[in-house]
């Protein structure tokens, strides 16, 4: 049963218009379903507006307070990736600082119960002068020491693929990120992790102490994907289609994904690797894709997030082959689709599941993926809609929005039941 309704300050990442995928979906699932459980939510974003999904429009309980970022796509200061990744950065932070004022203003009026940053650590929106007043909750997907780490370690890699001058500006931008995160994110009172192996990476990089973390993971919307589940009678294409879905960027394994590739046109596996996506701002990966084997192997481009689930609708098994993932969305939504998966045990998103839908081996196991693909396919030439179903009960049980949603909202009323308490 839910308990008092809460006053909440929502810092950080927010919805886009269209129902979608990524963070912007996960931030969607979350205002609706803690609106939905009686919660009074302010969301402060650093941009000037911009329409929301028709679920949120209208709520009483949800308010959207926008910032001043007038960031534009194809400006003097954006004419490259590696521009728009820094400009955009810059700008969202002078915008994040502006709205300092406007928090304070609404917390004066009416006071906050719980500030709830999402996505980012480093949210500059957060006034210092509620600090002590406050309890706040950081919500992140993901943490730059970890995406440092990889940068640095795939160093070659990335040389490789695109000039040297991408690496060195993400790699110093993200060296102060990652100092600035470490001391900012010790205000938290609290830290929703979206996977323990996540957890762990904060632990370990930026000593927050574990007693004042929980572990819950990202809603996905089902609904979305009803109609990509396999029909009763489907069996594997033949030969069945292994897609891969994601960023081609640093730390998604695509190196081991053409090794996979490679490995099972040895081995005369009768598949057909997919690979869908597109670079990030600041590592672009595409160039390692030309060694795919074109026997068993195909690049598709990137797709609008709109495609995703007929993407799947289309495939056999998801392979995520990364080296850092502290949830994968797509692991989720290939669930919610019916299609079972091969991944490593880096991604957050397998933690509890059936291990018949989901086989995880070591990151960068080559063989051991390669060998997971096999019993997949095996497995699917058996009773494919039994294996759908399943992987459609999991993603039910796993990434529900109601039972995401009820989770945190247990999670914020026992921290400041506790605060009141102190």
């Known amino acids: 049963m839910p308990g008092k309704p809460l006053h909440i300050a929502w810092l950080g990442a927010g919805p886009t218009s269209r129902e979608t995928g990524g963070v912007p979906g996960v931030?969607?699932?979350?205002?609706?379903?803690?609106?939905?459980?009686?919660?009074?939510?302010?969301?402060?974003?650093?941009?000037?507006?911009?329409?929301?999904?028709?679920?949120?429009?209208?709520?009483?309980?949800?308010?959207?307070?926008w910032g001043t970022n007038e960031w534009r796509w194809n400006r003097w200061y954006n004419r490259n990736r590696i521009g728009v990744f820094v400009t955009g950065l810059y700008s969202r932070a002078v915008a994040s600082l502006r709205l300092r004022a406007k928090v304070i203003d609404r917390h004066e009026r009416d006071p906050f119960d719980v500030i709830y940053q999402f996505s980012n650590i480093e949210s500059l929106a957060m006034p210092a002068k509620l600090r002590h007043e406050v309890p706040l909750v950081i919500h992140p997907e993901t943490h730059i020491a970890g995406e440092l780490r990889f940068l640095i370690s795939e160093r070659r890699l990335s040389l490789r693929c695109q000039p040297a001058y991408n690496f060195l500006v993400a790699g110093a931008t993200m060296a102060v990120r990652a100092l600035i995160q470490r001391r900012r994110i010790?205000?938290?009172?609290?830290l929703v992790c979206i996977s323990a192996v996540f957890r762990d990476h904060l632990?370990?990089?930026?000593?927050?102490?574990?007693?004042?973390?929980?572990?819950?993971?990202?809603?996905?919307?089902?609904?979305?994907?009803?109609?990509?589940?396999?029909?009763?009678a489907r069996a594997p294409e033949d030969p069945p289609v292994v897609l891969v879905l994601g960023r081609i960027a640093v730390r998604k394994g695509i190196e081991d994904v053409i090794s996979v590739a490679r490995l099972l046109l040895e081995r005369g596996v009768r598949v057909r690797i997919r690979v869908v996506g597109g670079?990030?701002?600041?590592?672009?990966?595409?160039?390692?894709?030309?060694d795919l084997p074109g026997e068993n192997s195909e690049y598709a481009g990137q797709v609008p997030p709109s495609e995703v689930p007929g993407e799947l609708a289309g495939s056999d098994i998801l392979?995520?082959?990364?080296?850092?993932e502290p949830f994968a969305l797509t692991v989720a939504e290939a669930l919610a689709a019916g299609i079972?998966?091969?991944?490593t045990t880096e991604v957050g998103a397998t933690e509890g599941t059936d291990q018949s839908v989901v086989r995880a081996v070591a990151a960068g196991d080559v063989e051991g993926l390669a060998d997971a693909i096999e019993a997949t396919i095996?497995?699917?030439?058996?009773?494919?809609?039994a294996t759908a179903v399943r992987a459609r009960s999991e993603a039910a049980r796993l990434f529900s929005p109601k039972l995401i949603c009820e989770q945190i909202s247990t999670a914020l009323e026992a921290l400041v039941e506790s605060r009141s308490v102190e």
């Open 27 to 65: 931030a969607t699932e979350l205002l609706h379903g803690l609106a939905a459980h009686g919660h009074r939510i302010e969301c402060f974003f650093p941009g000037t507006g911009h329409p929301m999904p028709e679920r949120l429009v209208g709520r009483e309980n949800l308010t959207f307070i």
């Open 186 to 190: 010790k205000a938290a009172s609290l």
């Open 203 to 232: 632990i370990r990089d930026y000593r927050f102490p574990r007693e004042h973390t929980v572990v819950i993971a990202n809603p996905v919307r089902l609904e979305r994907f009803e109609d990509a589940a396999p029909a009763p």
């Open 279 to 290: 670079p990030s701002l600041w590592s672009d990966y595409t160039k390692l894709l030309e």
């Open 319 to 324: 392979l995520q082959a990364s080296k850092y």
């Open 340 to 343: 079972p998966v091969v991944a």
């Open 378 to 385: 095996q497995q699917l030439h058996g009773n494919p809609q």
